[in-house]
Structures are given as C-alpha cells and as structure tokens.
C-alpha cells in the first residue's frame, strides 16, 4: 500500500512560486513512476508532470513547460512540483500520485488512469 500526502499549496500572486511537497509512505518513491496533477472547479483533473520509477524520464503539459520542474528526493521519500511563474490560470487543488502496482517500464504518463494512488489534494490559488 502507497499513502501520499502533499504539502505547500497556499496563495501566490501572479508570478510567484509555489513548492508542492509529496511525501510517500509504505513504499519507496523510487520503486514506482508518480505524477502531478490537478483539478479546477468543474473541470477534469489534468495531468501536468510526471517522473519515471528511475527518475531519468519525465513529461510536462506544454502549457507548464518550462514553467514547472518535477524532482524527487529518494532518501526523502518526497517528491517536489516547483511552480514559477504562476498565473491565475494555475488556481486549482494538485494531487500528487503514485503508479503501482502497474508500471509503464522505463516511462510514466501524464493519464489520471494510470494511477491509482492518490494524495489528499492541496490548494493552490493564484490570485492579485
């Protein structure tokens, strides 16, 4: 069993950062691939980033490329969104998540339906 938990989300101006934290228990980060995703209201959860099970393949949504770098801590069990230049747009609850017992290999996918470990969700509000 694989529990999550996020931390960091809060408010930004439009162009500040946010540092989203997911720390993982019961099993270690690096045996399974994990992603960042998020929902607005009424809208579909989205994936924006994810991180291969090595850490050596990871994915953005084009439209936070650039903008947000995916890491991970192993020996923290943690894995990390870096958001920068944020903008109003950005406003949502993020979910950090965990593909296992399946597996993409080498790969990770930016698919909600490929994981089925969730965090409890953080708000991030973007907002002048």
């Known amino acids: 069993q694989v529990k999550l938990e996020e931390f960091g989300g809060g408010s930004a101006q439009p162009g500040g950062s946010l540092r989203l934290s997911c720390t993982a228990s019961g099993r270690t980060t690096n045996r399974f691939a994990m992603g960042w995703f998020r929902q607005a209201p009424g809208k579909e959860r989205e994936g924006l980033s994810c991180?291969?099970?090595?850490?050596?393949?990871?994915f953005y949504k084009d439209s936070v490329k650039g903008r947000f770098t995916i890491s991970r801590d192993s020996a923290k069990n943690t894995m990390y969104l870096q958001m920068n230049s944020l903008k109003s747009e950005d406003t949502a609850v993020y979910y950090c998540a965990a593909m296992y017992p399946q597996d993409l290999g080498s790969g990770c996918s930016l698919l909600p339906s490929w994981y089925n470990h969730w965090g409890q969700g953080t708000q991030v509000t973007v907002s002048s």
């Open positions: 991180l291969s099970r090595s850490g050596r393949v990871d």
